[in-house]
């Protein structure tokens, strides 16, 4: 019986099914997805080519622009301008990375093969656009005009340097008054601090011009606060433009040791804001791209993402051998083939706007302006050792920072003019330690 019922029952499901298929299938529960009959799985790794995240350009190596693309508006001096601040980085980076070596800083970051992703980035920011960088932004700095002074007064830690009054690790860098967010050396933390920030500015209203800008690595796209930062930004909209620098490693680890699937832009999709990925080797493309993200994080109230696409041709930092990872070829090959200032130099000799004579002026400015502020900087003292325990907590001082301070004035007055190593050492501060004896008496 119950056989000759599914018999009888068939034709009219069937008719049924049939029927569904001419009308709306309804949706499920939170997603507007459309139905399917058949099954289908997605991956922007083993999919065709098709399926591949685009990127984009607009120079190509030789500087020639390429088919179909359509260059920012941009006159001779803007592009000295960011060319100039391009060579600024490695006449700085060949300065202060000797300078480590010699052991007159502690520590160093170079950012050699992306230059135009830093330049290109801070020229399409706002002057009073908040800026949480990680450790290779100092161009943004530059570009803002912080200045050769302050950026060696920073490395030598001595009492010129504004960021952090020698306390911070070399290329820390932070400035309120360029609207740049103190560094930090753990990966990652500022990524949800920007979209904290970002949330800052989407309510005040004398700030409704304003985005956050953050930069990252894709190593620091590994860590949680990545993933925390993104959702935050994304659930709660604020204006904010990630800039992912994926140069290919973190620290001694590939990129393809680092995740499976396409890049960091195919994150960004997850969370349903707006990506792009560039070519960061092309400054061209990343002023144009970031120039649109910020476009969109102000009219739309939300976050994007910019992956901008080049290779660390340096080591990781001073504390570094790259060449225990990586083919010493391999670099050179990078630099030959595809050298964002070659490219950049390229493009502007084409406009008639640079030529050799121009160049070699420039290169021989750029080095003596380092090299003079940096015979400036490594002469000048620290600050007073009592600044130590200042600017560590508001309102009235706690006890455990008045104990430490007196017990360290207690070691100074007994050690201080008899220890060989410390009285080297004090010599280098303003006043010797004397204000924190004198403070004790």
């Known amino acids: 019986m119950l056989r000759s019922v599914s018999l009888t029952f068939r034709p009219r499901l069937l ?26 799985f997605f991956n922007s790794v083993t999919g065709d080519s098709s399926e591949q995240i685009p990127a984009f350009r607009l120079l190509d190596g030789t500087g020639v622009p390429i088919d179909g693309a359509e260059l920012p508006e941009l006159d001779e001096a803007f592009a000295r301008r960011l060319y100039e601040n391009m060579q600024l980085l490695p006449n700085l980076d060949n300065i202060l990375y000797n300078v480590q070596r010699q052991g007159k800083i502690s520590f160093y970051m170079t950012a050699y093969g992306e230059e135009a992703t ?11 656009d908040e800026v949480l960088g990680q450790y290779r932004e100092m161009g943004v700095l530059l570009w803002r005009g912080f200045g050769l002074d302050n950026v060696m007064a920073q490395c030598f830690g001595n009492h010129e340097d504004t960021s952090s009054k020698g306390r911070q690790m070399p290329v820390h860098f932070g400035s309120p008054k360029h609207h740049f967010h103190t560094i930090s050396s753990p990966l990652a933390t500022q990524i949800p601090q920007a979209a904290g ?12 011009n304003s985005v956050a800008a953050c930069f990252f690595g894709e190593g620091a796209a590994s860590e949680g606060d990545f993933h925390a930062g993104l959702l935050l930004a994304s659930t709660i909209p604020s204006p904010v433009v990630f800039i992912a620098r994926n140069n290919g490693f973190a620290i001694s680890t590939p990129s393809s040791e680092q995740y499976y ?21 092309d400054v061209l493309a990343v002023l144009t791209a970031v120039r649109e993200a ?21 080591h990781h930092s001073t504390s570094d051998d790259s060449f225990a990872y990586r083919a010493r070829s391999e670099v050179e090959d990078r630099k030959r083939i595809d050298n964002p200032l070659v490219r950049f130099r390229l493009f502007m000799e084409s406009r008639g706007w640079w030529d050799s004579q121009a160049e070699e002026e420039l290169k021989t400015r750029l080095r003596a302006d380092v090299l003079k502020a940096f015979k400036h900087a490594e002469v000048q003292s620290r600050w007073e050792l009592s600044e130590i325990f200042t600017d560590i ?38 006043t010797e330690s004397k204000d924190l004896v004198k403070n004790r008496e």
């Open 393 to 430: 907590y508001a309102g009235e001082e706690p006890w455990n920072i008045r104990e430490q301070r007196e017990e360290l004035s207690r070691l100074l007055e007994k050690y201080g003019e008899d220890w060989e190593p410390w009285k080297r050492e004090l010599q280098k501060f303003k």
């Open 261 to 281: 699937g396409d890049g960091i832009a195919s994150r960004g999709a997850g969370y349903g804001i707006d990506t792009i990925r560039v070519d960061g080797n």
């Open 118 to 128: 830093i330049i290109g980035s801070a020229a399409a920011l706002a002057h009073d």
């Open 197 to 208: 920030v970002a949330y800052a500015l989407r309510r005040s209203p004398e700030r409704s």
């Open 294 to 314: 910020r476009k969109r994080c102000l009219e739309q109230g939300r976050a994007v993402l910019v992956e901008c696409m080049s290779y660390r041709v340096g």
């Open 15 to 40: 008719h049924r099914v049939a029927s569904l298929s001419t009308r709306s299938l309804g949706r499920l529960p939170n997603t507007q997805s459309p139905i399917v009959s058949k099954p289908h």
